[in-house]
C-alpha cells in the first residue's frame, strides 16, 4: 500500500477534525461525558466440519476523524487547523494529558460510517466535506481490537464497489496495532477511541503516538501490514509488506537514525503484490458481463494463507484468492507475462521475479518474505477499512499508468486514465459513492466460502504429495469396501 493513502488520509482528517460535532471524552481518555456508540455488525468464524458460529463486533473510527478539545474546557480547542494550542500543548506529554478525543455521532448523514446486520458501510463525501474514513474492528469488550491470527486459515468477505469510480480505493487490510490501542497513563481511551494506528508506511501525520502529542509530525508509526484489498469498481490489488520489528515502532524523524522513518527503514514500503491487470489479466476484473468479476454487482473474495505443514504453527509459504459470484467460485488465470506464467498465487519466488522483472525496490530479503507476513499474522493483526482518495497521485498507482506516464513493464496498473482520478471532480460528481463490506468470515481453509469449494482444496507444495498419497489410500479402502459388499 502506497504512502499517499496515509498523506491522503491526513488531510480529509484535518478538515474532519475543525468540522465535526464533538461528543467528548477526557484528556486522551475516557471520562464523565458522554461517549460514543460504536456500530455493531456480525460476522463468523467458521470450521469445515462444524459450520460458522456467529459473533459480534464492533468499528472504530481513526483517533483523526476526532476533535481534540481541552479536557477541562470542552469549548476550547486543543488542535485548531495545523497547530497546537501552546497554553495546553507546552510539550508532546502535557499535551496528551491535557487534551481530549472527542465521541462521534455514526451514520450514513453524519460521518458516513454505519452498520445493519453483517454489513459494514462507509461513504465517500461526508456531511462536513471530510473524505472517506478509517474505521478498527473491536472484539465483543467494545475496548481492545479483534486480533485476527489467520495462518493455515482463510479470510472471505463480500463486497459491493459498484459506485466506486476510477481514483477512489476501498481497502480491507491488516495492521499489527497494539490490542488495546496503546493505552498509557496518557492514553486511557486507547482502541475505543481509535488510537495505536500504525502500518508499513511509518505514517507521520498522527496527532498521537505512543500516548504522546505529534507536534510537526516528528514521530511515525511503523509495523506490519498485509493488503487484503485495495480496490475500486475498475481495478485492485493485494500486497504484503512486512517489517523487522515486532507490533509498533515509534520513529523519530528528527532522531538519531532519521532514515528508520524512510523507505530504508525497517519496513518494506513497495512490498509484493498482485494485481490482474497489471499482470496482463485485463479481462477478469470490472463493470459488466464482460468480466470474469463483474464489480456492477456484489461478490466474494476469498484469501488463504498456506503454510508449510498445513497448521497455524506453520510457516507463511503462499498467499492464494479467489472470487465466488452467482454462486461460482472464479479463479484468475497465470500472468501473461512469460517470466511470471507458472505462478498462480503470491510466493517468495514470484516476488523475486516480480521485483526486478517490474524494476521495483526489492527489500523483502531484509524483512523476513513471507515468513515475516506470517509472523506477524501469528502474532494477530488488526482488521481496517477504509475508503480514500488522493489528490496527489489520483491513484493511479492502482488503477491507471504509474509511474506518471511510464512505459517499463508492469507500469499499467489498471484501465483509468489519469484525468478519471481528478480528486475535485470526483468530490463533486459522485459524493454519494460507498463500499459495503459485509459477511465477513474467517477460519479453517475452504469453510469460508458460499460455494461448494471441496474440490478446490490448496496446499502448499511441500504438502500437496502427502495429501496426493493419503487421497489414494482412501480411494483404494473405499474400493475394498463396495468389493466386499458386490461379492458378499
Known sequence: MLSTRRSALAAATLLAAILVSPKVVAAQGVGSTTTETQPAFTARECTVKAGCSVTTMYVTA?????????????????????GWNGDLCPDPETCAKNCALDGIHYGQDTNSVWSAGNTVSIGYVQASKAIGSRIYVLDSTKKTYKLFKLNGREISFDVDLSTLPCGTNAAFYFSEMPADGGRTATNTAGAAYGTGYCDAQCPTYLYFVNGKANFKSRMGSCCAEYDVWEANSRSQQLATHTCTIQGLFACDTQGADPTLCSRQGVCDRPGCGWNPYQLGNTQFYGRGAGFKVDTSRKFSVVTQFVTDDGTADGALVEIRRHYV??????????????????????????????????????????????????????????????????ANTKMQWLDSVWPVNSTQPGSQRGPCSPSEGNTTVLHATVPNAYVAFSNIRWGEINSTASADSTSNVYYSASTRSATFGSSVLVLVAVGLALAVLVFS
Open 325 to 390: 459470484q452467482d454462486g461460482k467460485i472464479v479463479r484468475e488465470k497465470n500472468p501473461t507475462w512469460k517470466e511470471l506464467a507458472g505462478f498462480d498465487s503470491l510466493t517468495d519466488s514470484y516476488c523475486d521475479t516480480l521485483k526486478p522483472l517490474f524494476n521495483s525496490t526489492m527489500q523483502l530479503q531484509d524483512t523476513g518474505r513471507l515468513k515475516g507476513m506470517g509472523k506477524a499474522l501469528a502474532r494477530g493483526m488488526v482488521l481496517v477499512m477504509s475508503l480514500w482518495d488522493d
Open 62 to 82: 481513526d483517533q483523526g476523524r476526532r476533535n481534540i478539545l481541552s479536557a477541562a474546557d470542552p469549548t476550547v480547542k486543543c488542535k485548531n487547523g495545523t
